[in-house]
């Protein structure tokens, strides 16, 4: 009954690191994406992918890279980490049959960057 | 045209109140819009959602009423409980699929016992 798994739940990094969070889910879910959650800007999708091999662009990609080598995970890598990108990270999965119109979220990354 | 509008920001009701949170939207291919709870320290949950095609929808306490021509949609919650205190999203999708939901900036609602 795992859903979507994210892991670290906390980070803190200094400006410049790079690091990658994980997410995997067991639902066999075709869709997969990340957003970020920002205090009165609600949830702003950062990638997604349709499939494994399949990535592309949401709203707020930019200093943030993706890949999607298996149906089951999903992982997030800032590059080189600023203080704009302190927030709070989902990853989320949903699948196409049934319409594909419920997103299940992981519980969440609490990120600062410092 | 992205965008979805929801307020109020923060609500404040009595236990057994109905709180009233509102969206707002502007793309009218828009065709699902779901609503999702969110308990501090945990990812949001999807609530309840309806299709352009009713006007209202109801599970349990929770209720949408949804105004095509207005381009409008809200959660009612009847007979609020303490623990329905929680951030309430309200999204809007194209085509059903989870990379095109666009999600209202959230109201944190909270309910005094």
């Known amino acids: 009954n795992a859903g979507v798994t994210q892991t670290p739940k906390f980070q803190v990094l200094k400006t410049g690191q790079s690091m990658t969070l994980q997410c995997a889910q067991d639902?066999?879910?075709?869709?997969m994406s990340w957003y970020r959650q920002d205090p009165g800007m609600g949830l702003r999708l950062i990638h997604y992918s349709v499939g494994a091999g399949i990535t592309d662009q949401g709203e707020v990609p930019n200093g943030y890279n993706v890949s999607r080598s298996t149906t089951e995970d999903f992982p997030l890598r800032l590059l080189s980490a600023a203080p704009s990108q302190t927030s709070v990270y989902f990853c989320?999965?949903?699948?196409?049959?049934?319409?594909?119109?419920?997103?299940?979220f992981g519980e969440g990354s609490w990120l600062t960057v410092v | 045209q992205q965008q979805v509008k929801q307020s109020p920001q923060s609500l404040i009701v009595q236990k057994g109140g109905i709180p009233i949170i509102n969206c707002a939207y502007e793309n009218t291919a828009f065709d699902y819009f779901p609503w999702y709870q969110q308990f501090p320290g945990k990812g949001p949950a999807l609530l309840i959602a309806i299709r352009p095609d009713v006007s209202e929808k109801k599970e349990g306490r929770f209720t949408i009423s949804f105004n095509k021509s207005a381009k409008q949609f809200s959660l009612h919650i009847m007979d609020s409980q303490p623990g329905d205190s929680a951030t309430y999203f309200c999204a809007a999708s194209l085509n059903n699929y989870g990379q095109n939901f666009v999600f209202g900036p959230g109201t944190r609602l909270s309910v005094l016992p």
């Open positions: 639902m066999n879910h075709e869709y």
């Open positions: 989320a999965s949903s699948s196409v049959s049934g319409g594909g119109n419920t997103i299940y």
